[in-house]
């Protein structure tokens, strides 16, 4: 919440709303692509989000067999049902509901990520955060969250936060990233009742709306249905950005809130490889089909 006792809290606007594309990854997963390659740039330095949920086996029990990353971050968020990771450094984790797994793909590391549980729902996001040029080819890295490991705070009307990276008011998140700074929280609202989130300005942001629908900013809200993203403008003399859940729906409104420090650098995307030149994407190519993309 805005702290500051000398100037009202001013919310960012809504820039623009984008409907997610249904696509498919891994073996057959189905998921909806909400953040596209055409918004690296605007959303600098997040490269990709994707919202994935399904009670259907057959949609999600194919998994993600082995596959390259190198060049950023993933950030693996699970609402409902288990995964299982294992990496080629040696790392194994157990994705539940409610916890997050923060892998550093740096120069790089193979991954899997496989159902544990063959009926039932599986619900959850991955997003890719940019890794600045200096730090791509930084050993790999794992962090696994587990639930009561995100730390939460409640304000005085019933809204719940999950800090998952950066702060909200003075709770600090799971954990912190240099050079980005990215703010990753996962907010629950009661009908009727607004909750002010704090942002820097220098950074770009976005909300996911994926329960319920929120009105976003203050002199003239935008209403943003759910499995909807907000891309939250960048005006100089916000102090954040307010959601509201609607009174008249009844029911809560549950929102992913992101925001980082943009890099300014050139994005060089080949699939699961992120680098800043053709050149630099050529070798990790070239590195991963000679078995060599960890060197």
Same mark, same amino acid.
């Given at each position: 919440?805005?702290?500051?006792?000398?100037?009202?809290?001013?919310?960012?606007?809504?820039?623009?709303?984008?409907?997610?594309?249904?696509?498919?990854?891994?073996?057959?997963?189905?998921l909806t692509r909400v953040l596209t390659q055409p918004l690296q740039?605007?959303?600098?330095?997040?490269?990709?989000?994707?919202?994935?949920?399904?009670?259907?086996?057959?949609?999600?029990?194919?998994?993600?067999?082995?596959?390259?990353?190198?060049?950023?971050?993933?950030?693996?968020?699970?609402?409902?049902?288990?995964?299982?990771?294992?990496?080629?450094?040696?790392?194994?984790?157990?994705?539940?509901?409610?916890?997050?797994?923060?892998?550093?793909?740096?120069?790089?590391?193979?991954? %899997?990520?496989?159902?544990?549980?063959? @009926?039932?729902?599986?619900? =959850?996001?991955?997003?890719? &955060?940019? #890794?600045? $040029? /200096?730090?791509?080819?930084?050993?790999?890295?794992?962090?696994?969250?587990?639930?009561?490991?995100?730390?939460?705070?409640?304000?005085?009307?019933?809204?719940?936060?999950?800090?998952?990276?950066?702060?909200?008011?003075?709770?600090?998140?799971?954990?912190?990233?240099?050079?980005?700074?990215?703010?990753?929280?996962?907010?629950e609202i009661p009908p009727g009742k607004s909750f002010d989130a704090?942002?820097?300005?220098?950074?770009?942001?976005?909300?996911?709306?994926?329960?319920?629908?929120?009105?976003?900013?203050?002199?003239k809200p935008a209403r943003v249905e759910a499995e909807r993203m907000?891309?939250?403008?960048?005006?100089?003399? %916000?102090?954040?950005?307010?959601?509201? @859940?609607?009174?008249?729906? =009844?029911?809560?409104?549950? &929102?992913? #809130?992101? $925001? /980082?420090?943009?890099?300014?650098?050139?994005?060089?995307?080949?699939?699961?490889?992120?680098?800043?030149?053709?050149?630099?994407?050529?070798?990790?190519?070239?590195?991963?089909?000679?078995?060599?993309?960890?060197?």
């Amino acid at each position: 919440m805005n702290t500051s006792a000398s100037l009202p809290f001013r919310s960012r606007g809504v820039e623009r709303v984008v409907l997610g594309q249904p696509t498919s990854d891994g073996d057959g997963v189905k998921l909806t692509r909400v953040l596209t390659q055409p918004l690296q740039q605007r959303l600098d330095p997040f490269l990709m989000l994707d919202a994935f949920g399904s009670d259907a086996a057959a949609d999600y029990i194919g998994g993600f067999p082995d596959h390259p990353h190198r060049g950023f971050e993933t950030v693996t968020i699970m609402l409902e049902g288990r995964m299982r990771h294992r990496d080629s450094v040696g790392n194994v984790g157990l994705l539940e509901p409610g916890s997050v797994q923060w892998m550093t793909a740096g120069r790089g590391i193979i991954h %899997s990520e496989m159902p544990e549980q063959e @009926a039932g729902r599986m619900a =959850g996001f991955q997003l890719w &955060v940019n #890794l600045a $040029a /200096g730090d791509k080819m930084q050993p790999p890295a794992y962090r696994d969250i587990a639930p009561a490991g995100v730390p939460a705070r409640s304000t005085d009307g019933g809204v719940r936060i999950r800090v998952i990276a950066g702060a909200s008011g003075d709770v600090a998140g799971a954990l912190t990233r240099p050079t980005t700074e990215p703010i990753v929280l996962d907010i629950e609202i009661p009908p009727g009742k607004s909750f002010d989130a704090e942002l820097p300005a220098g950074h770009n942001a976005f909300a996911y709306v994926f329960a319920g629908a929120v009105d976003i900013g203050d002199a003239k809200p935008a209403r943003v249905e759910a499995e909807r993203m907000a891309v939250l403008g960048n005006e100089a003399d %916000s102090s954040g950005v307010r959601f509201t @859940a609607p009174a008249d729906l =009844g029911e809560p409104a549950r &929102v992913l #809130l992101v $925001a /980082g420090r943009p890099l300014r650098e050139p994005i060089a995307q080949y699939g699961p490889f992120v680098m800043n030149t053709t050149a630099e994407l050529q070798r990790a190519v070239s590195d991963f089909q000679r078995g060599i993309l960890t060197s």
